[in-house]
Protein backbone atom coordinates (compact mmCIF):
# COMPACT_ATOMS: atom_id res chain seq x y z
CA UNK A 1 0.00 0.00 0.00
CA UNK A 2 1.66 3.51 -0.52
CA UNK A 3 2.39 5.83 1.91
CA UNK A 4 1.69 9.51 2.39
CA UNK A 5 4.36 11.14 5.11
CA UNK A 6 3.40 14.90 6.33
CA UNK A 7 5.15 17.26 7.66
CA UNK A 8 3.47 18.68 11.47
CA UNK A 9 4.02 22.66 12.08
CA UNK A 10 2.66 24.64 9.23
CA UNK A 11 1.66 21.44 7.52
CA UNK A 12 -1.56 20.07 9.58
CA UNK A 13 -1.73 23.01 11.74
CA UNK A 14 -1.73 25.49 9.33
CA UNK A 15 -2.37 25.90 5.66
CA UNK A 16 1.79 26.54 4.77
CA UNK A 17 2.24 28.98 7.75
CA UNK A 18 5.56 28.24 10.03
CA UNK A 19 5.06 28.77 13.77
CA UNK A 20 7.52 31.74 13.93
CA UNK A 21 4.77 33.63 11.50
CA UNK A 22 2.01 32.77 13.15
CA UNK A 23 3.58 33.24 16.64
CA UNK A 24 4.58 36.58 15.04
CA UNK A 25 1.15 37.56 14.26
CA UNK A 26 -0.38 36.39 17.93
CA UNK A 27 1.74 38.88 19.27
CA UNK A 28 1.56 41.71 16.98
CA UNK A 29 -1.89 41.62 17.82
CA UNK A 30 -1.51 41.73 21.38
CA UNK A 31 0.65 44.76 21.32
CA UNK A 32 4.02 43.70 22.12
CA UNK A 33 6.36 45.51 19.95
CA UNK A 34 8.02 42.48 17.77
CA UNK A 35 11.43 44.30 15.97
CA UNK A 36 12.36 41.89 13.52
CA UNK A 37 15.27 40.16 14.02
CA UNK A 38 15.56 40.37 17.83
CA UNK A 39 11.96 38.63 17.74
CA UNK A 40 13.21 35.98 15.52
CA UNK A 41 16.30 35.63 18.13
CA UNK A 42 13.73 35.13 21.00
CA UNK A 43 11.61 32.94 19.01
CA UNK A 44 14.34 30.12 17.80
CA UNK A 45 16.16 30.55 21.26
CA UNK A 46 13.34 29.22 22.67
CA UNK A 47 12.39 26.94 20.17
CA UNK A 48 15.85 25.11 19.89
CA UNK A 49 16.39 24.90 23.70
CA UNK A 50 12.73 24.00 25.05
CA UNK A 51 13.61 20.38 25.49
CA UNK A 52 17.02 21.23 27.32
CA UNK A 53 15.11 23.79 30.04
CA UNK A 54 11.68 21.48 30.11
CA UNK A 55 11.15 17.83 30.63
CA UNK A 56 8.83 17.80 27.85
CA UNK A 57 8.01 14.29 27.34
CA UNK A 58 4.68 13.47 27.53
CA UNK A 59 3.23 17.35 27.49
CA UNK A 60 0.26 18.38 25.60
CA UNK A 61 0.31 20.88 22.72
CA UNK A 62 -1.41 23.27 25.03
CA UNK A 63 1.42 22.72 27.60
CA UNK A 64 4.12 23.13 25.02
CA UNK A 65 2.67 25.89 23.38
CA UNK A 66 2.09 27.56 26.89
CA UNK A 67 5.85 26.68 27.37
CA UNK A 68 7.64 28.32 24.28
CA UNK A 69 5.33 31.48 24.76
CA UNK A 70 6.53 32.01 27.92
CA UNK A 71 10.27 31.41 26.79
CA UNK A 72 9.91 33.83 24.18
CA UNK A 73 8.11 36.58 26.17
CA UNK A 74 10.84 36.09 29.00
CA UNK A 75 13.68 37.27 26.27
CA UNK A 76 11.64 39.68 24.27
CA UNK A 77 9.47 41.61 26.51
CA UNK A 78 9.65 40.29 30.05
CA UNK A 79 7.11 42.80 31.18
CA UNK A 80 4.53 41.27 29.08
CA UNK A 81 4.90 38.05 30.47
CA UNK A 82 1.60 37.97 31.80
CA UNK A 83 0.79 37.30 27.56
CA UNK A 84 2.20 34.01 27.33
CA UNK A 85 -0.82 32.14 28.23
CA UNK A 86 -3.19 34.33 25.68
CA UNK A 87 -0.41 33.71 23.00
CA UNK A 88 -0.34 30.10 23.09
CA UNK A 89 -4.15 30.11 23.69
CA UNK A 90 -4.83 31.99 20.60
CA UNK A 91 -2.14 29.29 18.29
CA UNK A 92 -3.70 26.78 19.53
CA UNK A 93 -7.41 27.36 18.57
CA UNK A 94 -5.68 28.42 14.99
CA UNK A 95 -4.30 25.12 15.07
CA UNK A 96 -7.58 23.32 16.46
CA UNK A 97 -9.58 24.91 13.18
CA UNK A 98 -6.97 23.72 11.14
CA UNK A 99 -6.94 19.76 12.55
CA UNK A 100 -10.95 20.10 12.27
CA UNK A 101 -10.45 20.72 8.47
CA UNK A 102 -7.64 18.62 8.23
CA UNK A 103 -9.56 15.27 9.64
CA UNK A 104 -11.79 13.83 7.49
CA UNK A 105 -9.47 14.15 4.60
CA UNK A 106 -6.96 12.06 6.60
CA UNK A 107 -9.62 9.70 7.55
CA UNK A 108 -10.40 9.12 3.81
CA UNK A 109 -7.08 9.24 2.49
CA UNK A 110 -5.56 6.62 5.22
CA UNK A 111 -8.58 4.03 3.64
CA UNK A 112 -5.90 3.65 1.05
CA UNK A 113 -2.44 4.91 2.49
CA UNK A 114 -0.48 4.17 5.08
CA UNK A 115 0.02 7.40 6.82
CA UNK A 116 3.13 8.72 8.71
CA UNK A 117 4.29 11.74 10.16
CA UNK A 118 8.39 13.49 9.44
CA UNK A 119 8.85 16.71 11.74
CA UNK A 120 11.91 18.74 13.61
CA UNK A 121 9.88 18.68 16.76
CA UNK A 122 10.88 18.82 20.41
CA UNK A 123 10.89 15.39 21.11
CA UNK A 124 7.20 14.60 22.41
CA UNK A 125 5.33 15.19 19.09
CA UNK A 126 3.47 11.75 20.12
CA UNK A 127 1.62 12.89 22.84
CA UNK A 128 1.16 16.35 21.22
CA UNK A 129 -0.97 14.10 18.70
CA UNK A 130 -2.80 12.19 21.32
CA UNK A 131 -3.65 15.53 23.07
CA UNK A 132 -5.85 16.62 20.03
CA UNK A 133 -6.91 12.89 18.59
CA UNK A 134 -4.65 12.90 15.82
CA UNK A 135 -2.07 10.08 17.10
CA UNK A 136 -4.47 7.19 15.96
CA UNK A 137 -4.65 8.27 12.45
CA UNK A 138 -0.10 8.00 11.38
CA UNK A 139 1.50 4.43 11.62
CA UNK A 140 4.81 5.97 12.18
CA UNK A 141 5.88 9.15 13.67
CA UNK A 142 9.58 10.42 13.30
CA UNK A 143 9.83 12.96 15.79
CA UNK A 144 13.19 14.38 15.25
CA UNK A 145 13.70 14.97 19.11
CA UNK A 146 13.14 11.04 19.75
CA UNK A 147 15.40 9.92 16.89
CA UNK A 148 18.49 12.30 17.35
CA UNK A 149 17.99 13.47 12.99
CA UNK A 150 16.59 16.02 11.51
CA UNK A 151 15.30 17.17 8.38
CA UNK A 152 16.37 16.75 5.39
CA UNK A 153 18.74 14.16 6.44
CA UNK A 154 17.72 11.08 4.73
CA UNK A 155 17.93 9.03 8.39
CA UNK A 156 14.99 10.42 9.08
CA UNK A 157 12.67 9.93 6.35
CA UNK A 158 14.04 6.21 5.75
CA UNK A 159 12.83 5.74 9.84
CA UNK A 160 9.48 6.70 8.81
CA UNK A 161 9.51 4.63 5.42
CA UNK A 162 10.92 1.65 7.44
CA UNK A 163 8.68 2.36 10.09
CA UNK A 164 5.17 2.20 7.95
CA UNK A 165 6.93 -0.66 5.47
CA UNK A 166 7.15 1.19 2.09
CA UNK A 167 10.06 1.83 -0.37
CA UNK A 168 10.52 5.74 -1.09
CA UNK A 169 9.09 5.02 -4.49
CA UNK A 170 5.59 4.25 -3.30
CA UNK A 171 5.69 7.20 -0.92
CA UNK A 172 4.91 10.63 -1.17
CA UNK A 173 5.98 13.46 1.68
CA UNK A 174 3.78 16.77 2.19
CA UNK A 175 5.23 19.65 4.03
CA UNK A 176 5.69 23.64 3.49
CA UNK A 177 9.37 23.71 3.81
CA UNK A 178 11.07 23.61 0.76
CA UNK A 179 14.57 22.74 2.69
CA UNK A 180 13.21 20.67 5.07
CA UNK A 181 10.68 18.89 3.63
CA UNK A 182 10.79 19.10 -0.28
CA UNK A 183 14.25 18.40 -0.61
CA UNK A 184 14.55 15.97 1.71
CA UNK A 185 12.04 13.90 -0.23
CA UNK A 186 13.44 14.90 -3.32
CA UNK A 187 17.03 13.27 -2.14
CA UNK A 188 15.06 10.20 -1.89
CA UNK A 189 13.31 10.11 -5.14
CA UNK A 190 10.28 10.74 -3.15
CA UNK A 191 7.37 12.34 -4.94
CA UNK A 192 6.27 15.44 -2.49
CA UNK A 193 3.66 18.32 -2.40
CA UNK A 194 4.22 21.86 -1.26
CA UNK A 195 1.70 23.22 0.82
CA UNK A 196 1.02 26.79 1.04
CA UNK A 197 0.41 29.74 -1.00
CA UNK A 198 0.69 28.52 -4.48
CA UNK A 199 2.97 31.45 -5.97
CA UNK A 200 5.57 30.66 -3.84
CA UNK A 201 8.25 29.34 -5.48
CA UNK A 202 8.53 25.75 -5.73
CA UNK A 203 12.01 23.68 -5.40
CA UNK A 204 11.46 21.72 -8.55
CA UNK A 205 9.53 21.56 -11.52
CA UNK A 206 8.37 17.87 -10.38
CA UNK A 207 6.95 19.48 -6.73
CA UNK A 208 3.40 18.61 -6.74
CA UNK A 209 1.18 21.94 -5.14
CA UNK A 210 -1.80 22.09 -2.63
CA UNK A 211 -2.90 25.60 -0.83
CA UNK A 212 -3.55 23.60 1.77
CA UNK A 213 -3.62 20.22 3.27
CA UNK A 214 -7.13 19.87 2.36
CA UNK A 215 -6.91 20.07 -1.51
CA UNK A 216 -4.45 16.65 -1.33
CA UNK A 217 -6.77 14.36 -2.87
CA UNK A 218 -7.12 16.82 -5.57
CA UNK A 219 -3.20 15.61 -6.69
CA UNK A 220 -3.48 12.40 -5.28
CA UNK A 221 -6.49 10.78 -6.26
CA UNK A 222 -7.80 12.68 -9.14
CA UNK A 223 -10.76 12.45 -11.76
CA UNK A 224 -9.71 9.20 -13.53
CA UNK A 225 -7.47 10.21 -16.76
CA UNK A 226 -8.17 9.57 -20.29
CA UNK A 227 -5.29 9.38 -22.71
CA UNK A 228 -4.96 9.52 -26.56
CA UNK A 229 -2.03 8.10 -28.64
CA UNK A 230 -1.60 9.24 -32.32
CA UNK A 231 -0.51 6.26 -34.58
CA UNK A 232 -0.87 7.87 -37.39
CA UNK A 233 2.09 8.38 -38.56
CA UNK A 234 3.98 6.23 -41.31
CA UNK A 235 7.42 5.28 -39.81
CA UNK A 236 9.62 5.96 -42.23
CA UNK A 237 12.64 5.59 -40.93
CA UNK A 238 11.83 2.03 -39.95
CA UNK A 239 10.57 0.67 -42.80
CA UNK A 240 14.00 -0.97 -44.29
CA UNK A 241 14.72 -2.60 -41.13
CA UNK A 242 10.50 -3.46 -40.52
CA UNK A 243 9.33 -4.41 -44.09
CA UNK A 244 5.52 -4.87 -44.69
CA UNK A 245 5.24 -3.71 -40.50
CA UNK A 246 3.82 -0.52 -39.91
CA UNK A 247 4.84 1.86 -36.83
CA UNK A 248 2.91 0.78 -33.55
CA UNK A 249 3.40 -3.17 -34.29
CA UNK A 250 7.45 -2.56 -34.64
CA UNK A 251 8.38 -5.13 -31.91
CA UNK A 252 10.06 -3.81 -28.93
CA UNK A 253 11.69 -6.45 -26.67
CA UNK A 254 8.91 -8.79 -28.02
CA UNK A 255 6.17 -6.45 -27.95
CA UNK A 256 4.55 -4.36 -30.67
CA UNK A 257 5.81 -0.51 -29.74
CA UNK A 258 1.67 0.47 -29.22
CA UNK A 259 1.35 -1.86 -26.16
CA UNK A 260 4.56 -0.31 -24.71
CA UNK A 261 2.75 3.26 -25.03
CA UNK A 262 -0.65 1.99 -23.47
CA UNK A 263 0.96 -0.33 -20.60
CA UNK A 264 2.92 3.28 -19.43
CA UNK A 265 -0.48 4.74 -19.64
CA UNK A 266 -2.47 2.32 -18.05
CA UNK A 267 -0.31 2.23 -15.02
CA UNK A 268 -0.17 6.07 -14.71
CA UNK A 269 -4.41 4.88 -14.15
CA UNK A 270 -5.73 5.42 -17.75
CA UNK A 271 -8.48 3.39 -18.84
CA UNK A 272 -9.79 5.01 -21.54
CA UNK A 273 -7.77 5.13 -24.85
CA UNK A 274 -8.67 7.13 -27.76
CA UNK A 275 -6.06 6.00 -30.61
CA UNK A 276 -6.12 7.62 -34.11
CA UNK A 277 -4.53 5.36 -37.05
CA UNK A 278 -3.95 5.64 -40.77
CA UNK A 279 -6.25 3.26 -43.06
CA UNK A 280 -3.49 0.57 -42.86
CA UNK A 281 -3.83 0.42 -38.54
CA UNK A 282 -6.22 -2.01 -39.02
CA UNK A 283 -3.95 -5.18 -37.48
CA UNK A 284 -3.08 -2.68 -34.90
CA UNK A 285 -6.42 -2.30 -33.26
CA UNK A 286 -6.95 -5.84 -33.58
CA UNK A 287 -3.38 -5.95 -31.62
CA UNK A 288 -4.27 -3.68 -29.03
CA UNK A 289 -7.75 -5.41 -28.17
CA UNK A 290 -6.78 -8.70 -27.92
CA UNK A 291 -3.85 -7.54 -25.05
CA UNK A 292 -5.66 -5.20 -23.43
CA UNK A 293 -9.76 -6.78 -23.76
CA UNK A 294 -10.82 -5.07 -20.61
CA UNK A 295 -10.01 -1.46 -21.30
CA UNK A 296 -12.67 1.17 -23.22
CA UNK A 297 -11.13 2.20 -26.58
CA UNK A 298 -12.31 4.60 -29.13
CA UNK A 299 -10.22 4.05 -32.54
CA UNK A 300 -10.06 6.99 -35.09
CA UNK A 301 -8.82 6.12 -38.46
CA UNK A 302 -7.66 9.05 -40.99
CA UNK A 303 -4.90 9.42 -42.79
CA UNK A 304 -4.29 12.94 -42.22
CA UNK A 305 -1.56 15.67 -43.87
CA UNK A 306 0.19 16.38 -40.52
CA UNK A 307 1.23 15.97 -36.72
CA UNK A 308 -0.90 18.61 -36.20
CA UNK A 309 -3.85 17.62 -38.07
CA UNK A 310 -3.34 14.12 -35.87
CA UNK A 311 -3.02 15.83 -32.94
CA UNK A 312 -5.94 18.11 -33.31
CA UNK A 313 -8.25 15.10 -34.18
CA UNK A 314 -7.64 13.47 -31.36
CA UNK A 315 -7.48 16.35 -28.36
CA UNK A 316 -10.84 17.22 -30.14
CA UNK A 317 -11.81 13.95 -29.92
CA UNK A 318 -11.20 13.77 -26.04
CA UNK A 319 -12.62 17.31 -25.51
CA UNK A 320 -16.02 15.56 -25.80
CA UNK A 321 -15.69 13.19 -23.28
CA UNK A 322 -13.60 14.60 -20.48
CA UNK A 323 -12.25 18.05 -18.93
CA UNK A 324 -8.52 17.34 -19.21
CA UNK A 325 -6.46 14.41 -20.72
CA UNK A 326 -3.08 13.11 -22.25
CA UNK A 327 -1.72 12.51 -25.61
CA UNK A 328 1.43 10.47 -26.29
CA UNK A 329 2.80 9.55 -29.62
CA UNK A 330 2.73 5.73 -30.05
CA UNK A 331 6.89 5.90 -29.89
CA UNK A 332 7.15 7.69 -26.92
CA UNK A 333 8.93 5.44 -24.61
CA UNK A 334 9.02 6.36 -20.44
CA UNK A 335 9.23 4.30 -17.51
CA UNK A 336 5.23 4.14 -16.29
CA UNK A 337 6.16 6.03 -12.65
CA UNK A 338 6.95 9.20 -15.33
CA UNK A 339 4.04 8.95 -17.43
CA UNK A 340 2.38 8.84 -13.87
CA UNK A 341 4.04 11.87 -12.46
CA UNK A 342 3.55 13.67 -15.73
CA UNK A 343 0.05 13.44 -15.37
CA UNK A 344 -0.24 14.64 -11.79
CA UNK A 345 1.88 17.32 -12.10
CA UNK A 346 0.38 18.59 -15.27
CA UNK A 347 -2.97 18.64 -13.53
CA UNK A 348 -1.08 20.24 -10.29
CA UNK A 349 0.94 23.03 -12.39
CA UNK A 350 -3.10 24.61 -13.32
CA UNK A 351 -2.24 25.54 -16.82
CA UNK A 352 -4.39 24.85 -19.67
CA UNK A 353 -1.57 22.90 -21.40
CA UNK A 354 1.59 21.08 -20.31
CA UNK A 355 4.86 19.49 -21.95
CA UNK A 356 6.80 16.32 -21.00
CA UNK A 357 10.40 17.72 -21.23
CA UNK A 358 13.45 15.67 -21.18
CA UNK A 359 17.37 16.82 -20.69
CA UNK A 360 18.12 13.69 -22.26
CA UNK A 361 17.88 14.31 -26.00
CA UNK A 362 18.82 11.79 -28.73
CA UNK A 363 17.18 13.08 -31.67
CA UNK A 364 17.86 14.24 -35.20
CA UNK A 365 15.13 16.90 -34.69
CA UNK A 366 14.52 17.96 -31.54
CA UNK A 367 11.83 20.73 -30.30
CA UNK A 368 14.08 22.63 -27.66
CA UNK A 369 11.91 24.28 -24.99
CA UNK A 370 13.27 26.72 -22.27
CA UNK A 371 11.42 26.35 -19.18
CA UNK A 372 10.88 29.53 -16.88
CA UNK A 373 11.33 30.13 -13.09
CA UNK A 374 7.43 29.82 -12.94
CA UNK A 375 7.57 26.58 -14.30
CA UNK A 376 6.23 27.50 -17.62
CA UNK A 377 7.47 26.79 -21.14
CA UNK A 378 8.73 30.55 -21.96
CA UNK A 379 10.22 29.19 -24.99
CA UNK A 380 9.75 26.39 -28.08
CA UNK A 381 12.19 25.81 -30.87
CA UNK A 382 13.47 28.40 -32.90
CA UNK A 383 12.75 30.97 -29.91
CA UNK A 384 14.22 28.60 -27.39
CA UNK A 385 18.06 29.66 -26.46
CA UNK A 386 18.99 27.15 -23.22
CA UNK A 387 18.59 23.81 -25.70
CA UNK A 388 18.57 21.72 -22.21
CA UNK A 389 15.59 20.39 -22.41
CA UNK A 390 13.27 18.89 -25.51
CA UNK A 391 9.69 17.74 -25.79
CA UNK A 392 9.12 14.32 -25.50
CA UNK A 393 5.79 13.29 -27.11
CA UNK A 394 3.57 13.51 -24.12
CA UNK A 395 1.42 16.49 -23.84
CA UNK A 396 -1.59 17.18 -21.36
CA UNK A 397 -4.45 19.45 -22.27
CA UNK A 398 -7.48 21.03 -21.20
CA UNK A 399 -11.00 20.26 -23.42
CA UNK A 400 -10.87 24.04 -23.47
CA UNK A 401 -7.55 23.99 -25.44
CA UNK A 402 -8.78 21.69 -27.45
CA UNK A 403 -12.26 23.39 -28.18
CA UNK A 404 -10.14 26.54 -28.80
CA UNK A 405 -7.89 25.03 -31.47
CA UNK A 406 -7.49 26.90 -35.33
CA UNK A 407 -8.68 24.73 -37.95
CA UNK A 408 -6.21 21.57 -39.42
CA UNK A 409 -4.96 24.22 -42.18
CA UNK A 410 -3.59 26.45 -39.89
CA UNK A 411 -0.49 24.77 -39.14
CA UNK A 412 2.15 22.72 -41.18
CA UNK A 413 3.24 21.13 -38.12
CA UNK A 414 2.36 19.98 -34.48
CA UNK A 415 5.57 22.33 -33.52
CA UNK A 416 4.50 25.50 -34.83
CA UNK A 417 1.07 25.14 -32.99
CA UNK A 418 2.76 24.39 -29.57
CA UNK A 419 4.77 27.11 -30.32
CA UNK A 420 1.70 29.47 -30.58
CA UNK A 421 0.56 27.94 -26.55
CA UNK A 422 3.73 28.65 -25.37
CA UNK A 423 4.08 32.23 -26.72
CA UNK A 424 0.91 32.95 -25.50
CA UNK A 425 2.46 31.72 -21.60
CA UNK A 426 -0.39 28.79 -21.90
CA UNK A 427 1.89 25.74 -21.15
CA UNK A 428 3.50 24.21 -17.89
CA UNK A 429 6.53 22.59 -18.34
CA UNK A 430 7.01 19.08 -16.56
CA UNK A 431 10.76 17.87 -16.35
CA UNK A 432 11.27 14.10 -16.87
CA UNK A 433 13.85 11.61 -16.15
CA UNK A 434 15.23 9.75 -19.04
CA UNK A 435 12.54 8.99 -22.33
CA UNK A 436 12.82 7.68 -25.71
CA UNK A 437 11.69 8.41 -28.91
CA UNK A 438 12.25 5.36 -31.22
CA UNK A 439 12.21 6.56 -34.70
CA UNK A 440 15.47 4.88 -36.26
CA UNK A 441 15.98 1.19 -36.66
CA UNK A 442 19.03 1.93 -33.56
CA UNK A 443 16.40 3.40 -30.91
CA UNK A 444 14.29 0.07 -31.01
CA UNK A 445 17.60 -1.60 -29.92
CA UNK A 446 18.06 1.70 -27.43
CA UNK A 447 14.54 1.47 -26.48
CA UNK A 448 14.84 -2.75 -25.24
CA UNK A 449 17.95 -1.75 -23.22
CA UNK A 450 15.77 0.52 -21.60
CA UNK A 451 13.05 -1.44 -20.94
CA UNK A 452 15.45 -4.06 -19.46
CA UNK A 453 16.86 -1.62 -17.13
CA UNK A 454 13.65 -0.54 -15.95
CA UNK A 455 12.86 -4.58 -15.16
CA UNK A 456 9.72 -4.49 -17.27
MG1 LIG B 1 6.67 22.75 8.61
New binding site residues.
Partial sequence: MPCILF?????LDSDGT?WLERFLGIYEALGVPCPRPRFDRAFYDSDDNLPSRFRLKGLSLEQTLDLQARCVLESLAPERADLGPEAARRFLEDSRASFRRVRPVLERLSAGHRLGIVSNFYGNLDSVLASEGLRDLFGFVADSGVLGVTKPEPAIFQKALAGLGCGPEEAVMV???VP??MKGAEGLGMRHVLVGDLARPACCPQALRVASVTDLEKVLSPAPLRAGIIAAGDGSRLKASHPGLIKPLVPVAGRPLCHWVVDSLLQAGVADFTVLFNSRGRRAQESLLAAFPRLRWTFLERDTASSWESFRLVAQSLAEKSADFVISTVDAIMPPAETRRFAEAARAAGAPAALALTGFVDDEKPLWADLGPDGRVAALGGDARTRTHATSGLYYLTADVARAMPPAQAFARLREYLQSLAAAGSVAGVVLSQTLDVDRPEDVRQAEDFLTALGS
Avoid: C
Fill in positions: DFGGTTGDSRD
